[in-house]
């Protein structure tokens, strides 16, 4: 894992002038470089790639259309790079980078516009669930495969900024810090939705498990 | 006063879930004593269920060479920037009985330079027809005239 981005600070004028560490944002180094020249943005675009495809795959269930939203999340960064301002928080963690939020805002727009132009098809979520390669080991794979379908029907049926947030949460693995920042919330209201999200994945679970039973 | 025990009781739950599942991110689980039994075993089988998906090297590979098209095209261009094909309306030749500002009688718009192309030519053809019409001195040029008026008919 990457060691945070360290750097000396003095405190203000009038303030005893002691320096200080402060937290730069991870991708600092990457986003200056993208900045003086635009064709290096192909590092930022290689660490990122897979997880704004993840997303916009969870979100609109079609491999075809988050490679669309994907594509355009990306070519929508470039052009908006000279634009962006790192704001990163001591409070954010030591893996936190404002880059990563920034784009996550510009997929979840670019996946809001297509969703409004394209209804989501409900049995999409499964089949790709139902997709995922099979390893060597058979047996083990139909166990996971058939944990992935659980996970995947549980949440496909959360509703909205509630299914935003765990996805964040557990396939993005996001601070809630980030997810807020990502969902432009608060902290707590972030919290409140991955609570009532988990609620719902057991009720939906225990429904199964009962249906089994 | 009104205490509402169940929100209250909602946030400091989803705090404390918070917490595990912050943990349990981190690869290092905390003590669950804490937390519901049913919304443990949902985080787990989220945290271990919940599959990520990679994009096709063919499309990462695409991309990244359209990113680096677009990296060098200067701010504001399009895509691909095709030069505009210009229509030029070419001017009809006039017939007898065509009404005036009628399809026979429209005229090119002319701007800068065409204007100066256009006068050279005019005189160009003028001084030609001059020379045709000129009568000739020499026995040879009225020869060759003859010949070339013959195949014209």
């Given at each position: 894992?990457?060691?945070?981005?360290?750097?000396?600070?003095?405190?203000?004028?009038?303030?005893?002038?002691?320096?200080?560490?402060?937290?730069?944002?991870?991708?600092?180094?990457?986003?200056?470089?993208?900045?003086?020249?635009?064709?290096?943005?192909?590092?930022?675009?290689?660490?990122?790639?897979?997880?704004?495809?993840?997303?916009?795959?969870?979100?609109?269930?079609?491999?075809?259309?988050?490679?669309?939203?994907?594509?355009?999340?990306?070519?929508?960064?470039?052009?908006?790079?000279?634009?962006?301002?790192?704001?990163?928080?001591?409070?954010?963690?030591?893996?936190?980078?404002?880059?990563?939020?920034?784009?996550?805002?510009?997929?979840?727009?670019?996946?809001?516009?297509?969703?409004?132009?394209?209804?989501?098809?409900?049995?999409?979520?499964?089949?790709?669930?139902?997709?995922?390669?099979?390893?060597?080991?058979?047996?083990?794979?139909?166990?996971?495969?058939?944990?992935?379908?659980?996970?995947?029907?549980?949440?496909?049926?959360?509703?909205?900024?509630?299914?935003?947030?765990?996805?964040?949460?557990?396939?993005?693995?996001?601070?809630?810090?980030?997810?807020?920042?990502?969902?432009?919330?608060?902290?707590?209201?972030?919290?409140?939705?991955?609570?009532?999200?988990?609620?719902?994945?057991?009720?939906?679970?225990?429904?199964?498990?009962?249906?089994?039973? | 006063?009104?205490?509402?025990?169940?929100?209250?009781?909602?946030?400091?739950?989803?705090?404390?879930?918070?917490?595990?599942?912050?943990?349990?991110?981190?690869?290092?689980?905390?003590?669950?004593?804490?937390?519901?039994?049913?919304?443990?075993?949902?985080?787990?089988?989220?945290?271990?269920g919940l599959p990520r998906y990679?994009?096709?090297?063919?499309?990462?590979?695409?991309?990244?060479?359209?990113?680096?098209?677009?990296?060098?095209?200067?701010?504001?261009?399009?895509?691909?920037?095709?030069?505009?094909?210009?229509?030029?309306?070419?001017?009809?030749?006039?017939?007898?009985?065509?009404?005036?500002?009628?399809?026979?009688?429209?005229?090119?718009?002319?701007?800068?330079?065409?204007?100066?192309?256009?006068?050279?030519?005019?005189?160009?053809?003028?001084?030609?027809a001059w020379r045709l019409n000129?009568?000739?001195?020499?026995?040879?040029?009225?020869?060759?005239?003859?010949?070339?008026?013959?195949?014209?008919?």
């Amino acid at each position: 894992m990457a060691r945070p981005a360290l750097r000396k600070s003095t405190r203000p004028e009038g303030a005893a002038a002691t320096p200080r560490l402060a937290h730069l944002d991870l991708d600092r180094s990457l986003v200056d470089a993208a900045r003086a020249d635009p064709a290096r943005f192909d590092a930022l675009y290689r660490k990122y790639v897979a997880q704004v495809y993840n997303f916009a795959v969870y979100e609109l269930g079609d491999h075809h259309e988050a490679e669309d939203a994907t594509e355009r999340t990306f070519l929508s960064a470039l052009a908006a790079l000279p634009r962006f301002e790192e704001r990163a928080r001591v409070e954010d963690g030591r893996d936190a980078s404002t880059f990563r939020v920034w784009l996550f805002r510009i997929a979840r727009n670019v996946v809001a516009e297509r969703r409004r132009r394209w209804r989501r098809r409900p049995e999409a979520p499964l089949d790709l669930a139902l997709a995922t390669p099979d390893p060597l080991d058979v047996e083990r794979a139909v166990v996971e495969r058939e944990a992935a379908t659980t996970a995947w029907r549980a949440v496909d049926r959360l509703t909205g900024d509630r299914r935003r947030a765990v996805i964040l949460r557990f396939v993005h693995e996001m601070s809630t810090a980030e997810i807020a920042a990502v969902l432009e919330r608060s902290e707590g209201a972030v919290r409140v939705l991955i609570h009532r999200g988990l609620r719902s994945v057991a009720k939906e679970l225990r429904g199964r498990g009962e249906g089994r039973a | 006063m009104t205490f509402r025990p169940s929100a209250r009781d909602g946030e400091i739950e989803a705090f404390v879930v918070d917490r595990y599942l912050e943990s349990l991110l981190a690869r290092e689980p905390r003590d669950t004593a804490d937390i519901p039994v049913d919304l443990r075993q949902s985080a787990d089988a989220l945290a271990a269920g919940l599959p990520r998906y990679h994009p096709s090297f063919r499309f990462v590979e695409a991309l990244s060479a359209r990113l680096a098209a677009a990296a060098v095209r200067p701010a504001g261009a399009a895509p691909r920037d095709p030069m505009p094909a210009a229509i030029v309306e070419l001017p009809r030749p006039g017939r007898p009985g065509d009404a005036p500002g009628g399809l026979g009688q429209v005229r090119p718009v002319v701007i800068g330079g065409v204007l100066t192309s256009a006068a050279i030519s005019l005189a160009g053809a003028a001084y030609v027809a001059w020379r045709l019409n000129r009568p000739a001195s020499d026995p040879m040029i009225r020869a060759v005239r003859a010949v070339a008026r013959a195949r014209l008919i």
